[in-house]
């Protein structure tokens, strides 16, 4: 019935049509009509000649014809980008259950053991925002606002934090005072990071006193004599690698403590910056072609370079951060440098990045990738994931 009816309606406006009440189309065009046989909104449409009916389906083969082409290049391409990501996701999932129920980052997530080094935690929680503009994970924010709490519960009153070991069920802290001058600017360095991160309207009230504890953690460690920062208390040894990096952190720290509202204390970091920045030449003796890794007490130089640590691990921090450098020095660590460990390819990368060449960087940046992905919780300790992190997201923080 539905189908007589339609060819009713159908007869029915061609007869209307025929009568004068609808238009006839122009020739070249039909009248659009609807399933109804009523016509459609618009007027009639317009007949394509074959020509142009030709020219599209030309047009259309080409299209397909691109795609096929083209699509090995743009699958090959997504490809080369997912590698990474999955390794990253990969790390993060190494480092997340590196995190106790109270906050602490452990060193290895493998057994009951607990070995807790703020150093390295810090450099976990820093690695764990890394690619926050990339894949967003709140509930990292969340476990690094957890660690940034328990570093500010375990602080002294004069910015140093020590060591901790012992089990899941009873660890304590150990006699060993964390390397401060790194340990309290990486912690102003996540802090900021999860300032960013988080947007949290509690910050000063929650991190305000740690974050200026941190601060003249640091600035009590400045020799007034050159800007440099010494160790720890008790320790005048003076570490190029440290403070490469605390000069690093300072830019982090004054954007947060200015955030805060504590602008005498952000001027102070700036300065700590501006001073290590005139003086680590100090660290290069005339003539050696590499830099020293530290300065004694009495101002003597320890130099090297054929020990991955600390000789060549030094020299490609410098290389990665500093603007003054060696010429010749790059190569010579390039073809010396091990890289069966991703710590010293993470470092190597990085000074790559800087001074090496496109294809020096595609090779460090693919051993970097091949090691992340066969991290396994009982082959690595949590900051090696993190660097991993930092190099394949671009992240040079440190």
């Known amino acids: 019935m539905v189908c007589h009816k339609m060819n009713a309606l159908a007869v029915s406006h061609r007869a209307e049509r025929q009568a004068g009440r609808h238009p006839a189309p122009r020739e070249g065009t039909h009248a659009a009509v609807n399933r109804r046989g009523r016509p459609m909104p618009g007027g009639p449409r317009t007949v394509r000649p074959r020509a142009a009916v030709r020219a599209l389906a030309a047009r259309a083969i080409a299209g397909t014809l691109a795609v096929a082409l083209l699509g090995p290049a743009v699958s090959a391409a ?10 990253v996701e990969h790390c993060r999932e190494l480092i997340r259950p590196c995190q106790l129920s109270d906050g602490l980052i452990r060193m290895r997530a493998d057994g009951e053991i607990v070995r807790g080094v703020p150093y390295f935690a810090n ?5 764990l925002l890394a690619p926050r503009h990339r894949q967003p994970e709140s509930s990292d924010v969340g476990r690094v606002r957890r660690w940034l709490a328990w570093y500010a519960a375990h602080q002294k009153p004069d910015g140093t934090v020590h060591k901790y070991s012992g089990t899941v069920g009873c660890y304590a802290r150990t006699e060993k005072l964390d390397t401060t001058d790194t340990s309290a600017s990486l912690y102003l360095l996540a802090l900021n990071r999860y300032r960013k991160a988080s947007r949290d309207r509690h910050l000063r009230a929650r991190f305000g006193v740690s974050a200026i504890r941190a601060i003249e953690a640091v600035r009590s460690l400045v020799d007034p004599t050159d800007g440099l920062t010494w160790a720890r208390p008790g320790n005048r040894n003076k570490y190029l690698m440290d403070n490469v990096l605390v000069s690093l952190c ?13 602008r005498q204390r952000a001027t102070e970091a700036r300065q700590i910056r501006r001073g290590i920045s005139e003086s680590v030449a100090r660290f290069l003796p005339p003539g050696a072609g590499h830099f020293a890794w530290a300065i004694g007490a009495g101002g003597r130089l320890s130099t090297g370079l054929d020990l991955p640590y600390p000789h060549q691990r030094a020299n490609l921090y410098a290389l990665a951060h500093l603007e003054a450098v060696p010429q010749g020095l ?50 690595c300790d949590v900051f090696e994931p993190a660097l991993a992190i930092l190099v394949l997201t671009d992240d040079v923080a440190l």
């Open 78 to 87: 997504e490809s080369a980008d997912a590698a990474p990501r999955k390794a």
């Open 123 to 127: 450099i976990a929680a820093v690695a």
């Open 250 to 262: 300072m830019a982090d720290a004054a954007e947060l403590l200015e955030a805060m509202g504590d």
């Open 330 to 379: 790059w190569p010579r660590l390039r073809d010396a440098c091990p890289t069966d460990r991703l710590v010293m390819t993470t470092r190597s990368y990085f000074a790559a990045r800087r001074v090496g060449s496109a294809e020096d960087r595609t090779r460090f940046r693919s051993i970097v990738l091949e090691q992340a992905r066969s991290l396994r919780p009982d082959n």
